[in-house]
C-alpha cells in the first residue's frame, strides 16, 4: 500500500485547529481508496518562537525536504513582530522549495452565500499567483538619516541576487525602501503554468493582472514576458490583460467573469483574498505552494487570532488544501471525493449544522466530522 510522508506544520491561532480536522479527513481518504500516510509534525510558529527564541531551523528544512509534500495551517501571532515568522516559516519555505506556483481557486459552493448576488451564474476562477519574486524579494531597511544601504544576497530557486543598494535623500530625511525583481525565467514558468492550466480547464484565455500604467519597469516587464510566450507557445490562447484596480471593480460587480488569473506576487496575495470573499469567506478558500520539488498546501487565510479558540474556524479552506495535496500526488479519485464531500456535506446541512463563517453554529470539529462521513 502506497504511504506518504507528509510534513505538517499546524502553526499558529485556527492553524491547528483546522489542520487538525484536515488530517482526519485525509485519514479517511486513505482508508477508502487504499493509501496511508506518516505524518511527521512539526512546532514551529508563535508559540515555539516565544518558549525557545527559534523560528525555523535548517534542520528541519533540509528533512522535510525529503517529504512527498507539506501541510500548512497559518503563520502569524499578535504577540510576535508582523514578518518575523510569516517570512521566517511561511515565506522561507515557498522560497527554499522554490514553489514558484500559488494556486488558488475560487468557486460557488452549494447554498453557502455570496456578498454578490451571483444571478444564478457560478463563480469559478483561479488566481495563478508567482510565489517568488516581485515585492516578495525581502529586500528593504529604513533609515533616520537619509542615507540606506542595502547589502543584497538573496537566493531563488534559479538565480542568486548579489549586490548593494544605495540611496541618500538631501536633504537627510529618514525613509524606507523596499525592491522589487520579476525575472525573465521567472515570468516565463508562472505564464506556462497558468497557460496549461487553462487548457487543462478548457479555457481559452489567460488574464494577466498588471499595473504597467503606473509601475511600468517592473509590471510592463511581466506583462511583455507573458504575453511573448503565449504568442510563441501557446498560439491557442488569447492573452487579456486587466490593471489590478480595474480588476477589483469588476470582480465586484461580476465575480464570474474570470477564469485563469495570472498574477505577480502582490497582486495575486490581494486579489485571491477579494475573490475568497466573493465566493463566500476565507473558510472557502485552499490553495496550495507548487514548484518541481517540495509541495506545500495550505488554506488562502491566516491564523484569524480574532476566532481562534472560539469553534469559530471554518476548516472547509484547510479541508479543500488537502483535497489539492491528493490531486498533486496522483490521488485523483480521493481527491475528487473530498470536494464531492464538502459539496454534500453543504447540501444537506440543516442552518445550525454549517460553520459560522456560512450563516450556522458548528464548531469546526463538529463541521470535519460531519465532511468526513460524507467521503
Ligand atoms: P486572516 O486571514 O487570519 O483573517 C482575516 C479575517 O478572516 C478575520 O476576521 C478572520 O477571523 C477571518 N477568517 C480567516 N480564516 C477564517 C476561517 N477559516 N474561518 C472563519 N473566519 C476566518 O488575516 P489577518 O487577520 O490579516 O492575519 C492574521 C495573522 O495571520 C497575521 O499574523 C498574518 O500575518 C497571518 N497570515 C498568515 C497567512 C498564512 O499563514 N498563510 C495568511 C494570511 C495572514
Ligand atoms: C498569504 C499570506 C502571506 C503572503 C503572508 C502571511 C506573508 O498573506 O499566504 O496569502 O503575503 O503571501
Ligand atoms: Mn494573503
New binding site residues.
Given amino acids: 500500500m502506497k504511504k506518504y510522508k507528509i510534513a505538517v506544520i499546524p502553526?499558529?491561532?485556527?492553524?491547528p485547529e483546522?489542520i487538525g480536522e484536515t488530517i482526519k479527513i485525509l485519514e479517511r481518504s486513505g482508508e477508502k481508496f487504499g493509501f496511508s500516510f506518516e505524518w511527521q509534525k512539526y512546532p514551529y510558529g508563535a508559540g515555539h518562537y516565544l518558549a525557545t527564541g527559534e523560528v525555523m531551523p535548517e534542520d528541519a528544512m533540509e528533512e522535510m525536504s525529503k517529504c512527498d509534500a507539506m501541510l500548512?495551517?497559518?503563520?502569524?501571532?499578535?504577540r510576535?513582530k508582523?514578518?518575523i515568522?510569516?517570512q521566517g516559516?511561511?515565506l522561507a519555505f515557498r522560497f527554499r522549495f522554490d514553489q514558484y506556483v500559488n494556486l488558488r481557486p475560487a468557486f460557488s459552493l452549494p447554498k453557502v452565500h455570496t456578498p454578490v448576488d451571483l444571478k444564478g451564474v457560478k463563480m469559478d476562477s483561479v488566481v495563478v499567483r508567482e510565489n517568488t519574486e516581485d515585492l516578495y524579494m525581502c529586500i528593504g531597511g529604513t533609515t533616520e538619516t537619509g542615507e540606506l544601504e542595502l547589502p543584497v544576497d538573496v537566493s531563488r530557486g534559479k538565480y542568486e541576487l548579489k549586490g548593494m543598494v544605495s540611496l541618500k535623500t538631501d536633504p537627510g530625511y529618514p525613509f524606507a525602501a523596499q525592491a522589487a525583481i520579476n525575472s525573465r525565467p521567472g515570468v516565463e514558468r508562472i505564464t506556462r503554468y497558468a497557460c496549461e492550466l487553462a487548457k487543462k480547464r478548457g479555457e481559452d484565455t489567460v488574464t494577466v493582472v498588471s499595473k504597467s500604467n503606473a509601475v511600468s519597469a517592473l509590471y510592463g516587464f511581466f506583462e511583455e514576458n507573458a504575453k511573448r510566450v503565449m504568442a510563441e507557445e501557446y498560439p491557442g490562447l488569447k492573452y487579456a490583460m486587466v490593471n489590478v484596480d480595474a480588476l477589483c471593480y469588476h470582480l465586484v460587480r461580476n465575480p464570474a467573469a474570470y477564469g485563469v488569473l495570472l498574477c505577480p506576487n502582490l497582486f495575486g496575495?490581494i486579489i485571491s483574498?477579494l475573490q475568497a470573499g466573493l465566493a463566500g469567506?476565507?473558510?472557502t478558500a485552499a490553495?496550495g505552494n507548487i514548484g518541481d520539488g517540495l509541495s506545500m498546501f495550505?488554506?488562502?487565510?491566516?491564523?484569524?487570532?480574532?476566532?481562534?479558540g472560539t469553534g469559530?474556524?471554518?476548516?472547509?479552506?484547510?479541508i479543500l488544501s488537502g483535497a489539492l495535496m491528493l490531486e498533486h500526488l496522483g490521488e485523483q479519485e480521493a481527491s475528487k471525493a473530498i470536494n464531492c464531500a464538502v459539496s454534500d456535506f453543504l447540501e444537506n446541512a440543516a442552518e445550525n449544522e454549517l460553520?459560522?463563517?456560512f450563516g450556522g453554529a458548528a464548531a469546526?470539529d463538529r463541521v470535519g466530522e460531519r465532511i468526513r462521513k460524507y467521503i
Avoid: T
Avoid at 502553526?11 to 492553524?15: M, P, T, V
Avoid at 500548512?72 to 499578535?78: C, E, F, M, S
Avoid at 495550505?298 to 481562534?308: F, K
Fill in positions: 502553526g499558529d491561532g485556527i492553524g483546522v500548512l495551517g497559518a503563520i502569524g501571532d499578535p510576535v508582523p514578518g515568522l510569516e516559516i511561511l496575495d483574498d469567506g476565507l473558510g490553495g495550505e488554506p488562502v487565510h491566516g491564523s484569524a487570532p480574532d476566532i481562534a469559530r474556524s471554518n476548516p472547509v479552506a484547510a460553520p459560522f463563517e469546526f
